[in-house]
């Protein structure tokens, strides 16, 4: 099964329309989670992430995520989106066991699209 | 001043051909990576080196063999360059495992 699942790979809104791009992880991965935006023609930068504390996670750009263990999900919202957000998003999480935290694990990835 | 830099950002080349991709941060972080990015935006990671030593090496053909020569560079050199080689390789750098990790700009690399 795939560790960090993002349900849909495209998501078009219209601007200042509210947004949610979903993410689920199973239990190969830690609680350690991550949402990287990419927008066109450049490298990742990070939005968020939630590593303990709070379950609600307030990042860069107006964005936010709730980590739901019950529900295993991190997904991310905004409650107004601009056409500068168009952009890829990607979840992401290091594996449970190994040690091995320097590695991420990327979910596909999912395509927001804001249109005027 | 630029976080992490890589260079070539374009890399066009044969089949069959050597080429490498150079990656440097000046963040002072101790721990590097190299992804690879396919056509369907998938990223996965490649390699990485904390303190200059090899900790991560997923199932990445032995074409590909990373080198650090110190802690802020990470380079990439292919051999025998293949078609499916096409990709855009993203280097990052991040000061420990659970902490932001800062992505290059990305070389798209594309084999003829």
């Known amino acids: 099964a795939q560790s960090v699942t993002q349900l849909d790979s495209q998501v078009p809104v219209f601007e200042e329309a509210p947004v949610e791009l979903r993410c689920n992880y199973s239990?190969?991965?830690?609680?350690?989670l991550f949402w990287y935006v990419q927008y066109p023609n450049q490298g990742l930068q990070l939005l968020l992430k939630?590593?303990?504390?709070?379950?609600l996670v307030k990042g860069i750009n107006g964005f936010e995520a709730e980590f739901n263990k019950s529900q295993t999900s991190f997904h991310l919202r905004k409650p107004s989106v601009h056409i500068s957000d168009t952009a890829e998003y990607f979840c992401?999480?290091?594996?449970?066991?190994?040690?091995?935290?320097?590695?991420?694990?990327f979910g596909k990835g999912t395509l927001l699209t804001v249109n005027p | 001043d630029t976080a992490v830099s890589q260079t070539p950002k374009y890399l066009v080349t044969q089949m069959g051909n050597d080429k490498s991709i150079k990656c440097e941060q000046n963040l002072g972080h101790d721990t590097m990576y190299w992804y690879k990015q396919d056509s369907k935006k998938f990223l996965k990671i490649m390699f990485s080196?904390?303190?200059?030593?090899?900790?991560i090496n997923e199932t990445v053909p032995n074409r590909f063999s990373p080198k650090s020569p110190d802690k802020a560079h990470l380079n990439l050199h292919i051999n025998s360059l293949e078609l499916g080689d096409s990709a855009v390789y993203f280097c990052a750098s991040s000061q420990s495992p659970l902490n932001e990790q800062f992505f290059g700009p990305g070389t798209r690399l594309t084999v003829l």
């Open positions: 939630y590593l303990s504390g709070s379950t």
């Open positions: 080196y904390n303190n200059k030593e090899l900790i």
């Open positions: 992401a999480a290091p594996p449970r066991s190994g040690g091995s935290n320097y590695k991420l694990t």
């Open positions: 239990s190969s991965v830690s609680v350690y």
